[in-house]
């Protein structure tokens, strides 16, 4: 929930976490694509999974949805560094499925990410190098129908000003790439920023000089937020993801 304040009653400074966080990607919303190739179909699921129970669930699923095919093949990535990685072939010749799949999704830099590869044989062999080109392909397939969001560490800061300072405030917002997320106006106004971590102290510091120091300052714990489906998304920092 975004912190607003209300009238005059602005809090002070709150203790923030120390030492830099990194930005990475997530996948926010799976999806599924395929393609086809000498008649055999390659059938790509994608789904945002955060731990190997998950992704274990979820490639029984499909295997399970897809019982009639040839092959399921999987592969995943989970943790904000990508610690976890595992794949399978699922039958298919020794890296000619999950390891290509495995590879697209540390191409994209994507992690917290599962993908399981259905094949429904078309009676032709492709050869080593064809299934590797369909099950890599079929995974990109997969991810253009899903959506990808890049978090982004921050801080939420409400900063409460007069009315002759809202321009001012509203211009050093745009200028540090901080949205603005509400706006609340009362005998003066509370304006909460998400502002990028990289930019906490230089929005602090242009602040305090641009509102001659006037400005009262409420300073949120950390957070995550990104943008997907336009909107914007704050994501609460779990323990996990400061190890």
């Known amino acids: 929930m ?3 304040v209300s009238g005059h009653s602005i809090a002070g400074m709150k203790g923030n976490k120390t030492g830099m966080r990194e930005r990475y990607k997530i996948l926010y919303k ?3 694509g395929e393609l086809t190739e000498k008649k055999s179909r390659f059938i790509a699921t994608v789904r945002p999974v955060e731990t190997e129970e998950e992704a274990a669930a979820f490639i029984a699923e499909m ?3 897809y019982w009639d095919a040839r092959h399921n093949c999987s592969a ?6 990508g610690q976890l990685q595992k794949c399978s072939d699922d039958g298919e010749p020794a890296q000619t499925a999950g390891r290509p799949m495995l590879d697209v999704l540390l191409g994209a830099g994507v992690v917290n990410i599962c993908v399981v590869v259905t094949r429904y044989f078309g009676g032709t062999l492709l050869g080593t190098g064809g299934l590797v080109r369909a099950y890599s392909g079929a995974v990109q397939e997969g991810l253009k129908n899903s959506v990808i969001l890049e978090k982004i560490p921050g801080s939420r800061i409400t900063v409460g000003t007069d009315y002759s300072g809202v321009g001012k405030l509203q211009y050093l917002a745009a200028r540090q ?13 509370a304006m909460t920023v998400l502002v990028p971590e990289e930019k906490k102290n230089s929005f602090l510091s242009q602040l305090t000089e641009k509102t001659g120091g006037r400005a009262q ?3 949120d714990e ?3 937020y990104g943008q997907a489906e336009g909107q914007f998304l704050v994501f609460e920092e779990k323990s996990s993801e400061t190890a």
């Open 177 to 189: 790439e901080a949205p603005i997320l509400d706006t609340e106006y009362t005998d003066q106004v």
């Open 63 to 65: 295997k399970k949805k």
């Open 222 to 224: 950390p957070v995550y």
């Open 76 to 81: 995943y990535v989970i943790g904000r560094r």
């Open 2 to 4: 975004m912190k607003t």
């Open 30 to 32: 799976g999806g599924q």
């Open 217 to 219: 300052i409420f300073l």
